[in-house]
């Protein structure tokens, strides 16, 4: 690991001007992330601003009968708050779905949006890599790919985004709250904040350099039944092959969100619209733009038998 400098912010506007006036400054809450890549000098910070004593730790009722989750509410508290448990299944259930529980009791909320992709070849120093140097070439693309993206991908990279929550986020339609450099605020919704690849993959979110996320705002609860559904090659520790987020009305319409596919949780109005359709209607629009890859074909039929099943236990 290489050496840095330390600051603790009293503010989130500070933390913001610190991170935002200081080239190659990044935040630091839990952490859980971006130490690991600062052990392997794929993040090689040269300033740290510790944000993790900022009153943003609460999780508060707002006017229009939804909730306003702080950036550094650990997933374990988020995941076992009441009104997330009773209204907001999908969210708990995969937040629970994801890590362990000594991760979950560090990570927040804010720094599992921004987790970065787990491809092996982003953490193979050896191999290029557009997202972590742009510009040296995708190893994946032509290499193993059986983890990566099918969908939303580009022919500068193939990676996919591995969190959970997000994809809960997703389907709940949740907007991000910032705060930037200026003290300027933004809601950004969380369709548009992680960023699809194209000729730029190293910028994974719509945030601008200071930008510091503040909260997490669900609307009023969409009612309806919660699944999340999560397949991978071990029941622990490991990140999703495909994994399925829904929320299902009574008669049969509601929202689906797909990770472990593309480089932000995929969704799509077509496949939401599909959905009393059955399974197979909701791929065929969700994928419609796929480009998959020998080793990861097997991924848009996994993701249609995931919804199934999940399908399967609406009507039973």
């Not at 503010?11 to 001007?17: G, I, K, S």
Request: proline share 6%; charged share 20%.
């Amino acid at each position: 690991m290489r050496s840095f400098t330390y600051e603790r912010a009293a503010t989130p506007q500070q933390a913001a001007r610190a991170v935002g006036g200081k080239p190659g400054a990044k935040f630091i809450a839990g952490g859980t992330n971006l130490l690991d890549l600062m052990k392997l000098e794929i993040e090689t910070p040269t300033h740290l601003v510790d944000v993790q004593d900022l009153p943003l730790g609460s999780i508060e009722e707002t006017g229009e009968g939804g909730l306003r989750i702080g950036a550094f509410v650990s997933n374990t508290a988020l995941s076992a708050h009441p009104r997330i448990r009773r209204d907001y299944a999908v969210l708990t259930r995969a937040i629970q779905a994801g890590a362990s529980g000594q991760l979950r009791n560090k990570a927040t909320t804010g720094g599992n949006l921004l987790q970065r992709t787990r491809c092996p070849y982003f953490y193979d120093t050896n191999m290029p890599c557009n997202k972590r140097s742009p510009g040296s070439g995708c190893a994946a693309i032509g290499g193993f790919s059986r983890q990566l993206g099918v969908v939303g991908v580009s022919d500068k990279c193939i990676a996919t985004y591995p969190g959970d929550m997000a994809n809960a986020l997703a389907v709940l339609d949740a907007v991000v709250e910032t705060v930037q450099p200026d003290g300027a605020t933004r809601s950004i919704p969380i369709g548009a904040f992680h960023r699809l690849w194209g000729d730029t993959p190293e910028r994974e979110t719509a945030l601008e350099k200071g930008e510091l996320i503040t909260g997490v705002v669900l609307p009023a609860p969409p009612g309806g039944r919660h699944f999340y559904s999560k397949v991978r090659d071990r029941a622990s520790y490991a990140f999703a092959l495909v994994s399925v987020a829904a929320v299902i009305q009574p008669d049969g319409s509601g929202r689906v969100a797909f990770g472990g596919v593309a480089p932000r949780p995929w969704r799509s109005k077509q496949a939401d619209d599909a959905l009393p359709l059955g399974a197979k209607a909701v791929i065929q629009q969700a994928f419609a733009d796929a480009s998959p890859r020998d080793d990861n074909r097997f991924k848009i039929a996994l993701a249609e038998r995931t919804l199934a099943g999940i399908l399967a236990e609406v009507g039973s």
